[in-house]
């Protein structure tokens, strides 16, 4: 009786044991071995707060909806993550700019015409471990330009992070309130 393996030559078995080893190397990275061959080595462990930059909030209300010390719910790239602590509001209304009575001067001042309209900055703190790359919390790396959505009880936004530091911000003030153009 022959050998179903007698008609292979040398190139069959080396073509099907390329198919095998290729599709072993398929199903790890499909399983997510990669992160722990490929792992960017965690150097420490350490506070991170990053703001967040919200233009154009409409809001009717005279109540501000992030509060400091409040916790508020984060997702990263439609990632929903966990709820983080807010350490900082700064809120300014809609500005435009007019020109001056000295022809080429200009100077920001309230839209009379949009009163509702906000930017907003919200600073939140979280534990990230710090790689060579940056900051990472709940497996994303956080950076300037990287959406996040904050959510409350009353709200819901979506924003870009605007600032990333590693200890607390020496310019943080708590809940300025520029409504009357005040600066």
């Known amino acids: 009786m022959k050998s179903p393996f007698e ?9 099907v044991g390329g198919a095998v080893l290729v599709l072993v190397v398929l199903i ?9 061959f490929f792992k960017t080595p965690v150097l420490e462990e350490r506070d991170v707060y990053f703001s967040v930059f919200f233009r154009g909030v409409t809001i009717t209300d005279n109540q501000v909806p992030f509060k400091v010390g409040e916790r508020t719910f984060i997702t990263i790239r439609n990632v929903p993550y966990t709820k983080l602590y807010i350490t900082d509001v700064k809120f300014d209304p809609r500005r435009i700019l ?3 009575e000295k022809k080429g001067n200009y100077q920001p001042v309230v839209d009379i015409s949009e009163p509702c309209l906000f930017d907003f900055i919200v600073t ?16 994303n790396k956080v950076k300037i330009g990287i959406p996040v959505v904050l959510e409350g009880m009353n709200y819901k936004l979506t924003g870009v992070i605007s600032n990333v530091q590693l200890k607390m911000p020496s310019n943080q003030t708590t809940q300025q309130n520029n409504q009357n153009g005040n600066q």
């Open 124 to 139: 939140v703190k979280d534990r990230a471990k710090l790689t060579e790359d940056g900051a990472v919390i709940g497996g």
């Open 98 to 100: 007019l020109e001056t």
């Open 7 to 15: 008609n292979f030559k040398k190139a069959d078995f080396a073509i």
């Open 28 to 36: 790890l990275a499909a399983l997510g071995a990669n992160k722990y």
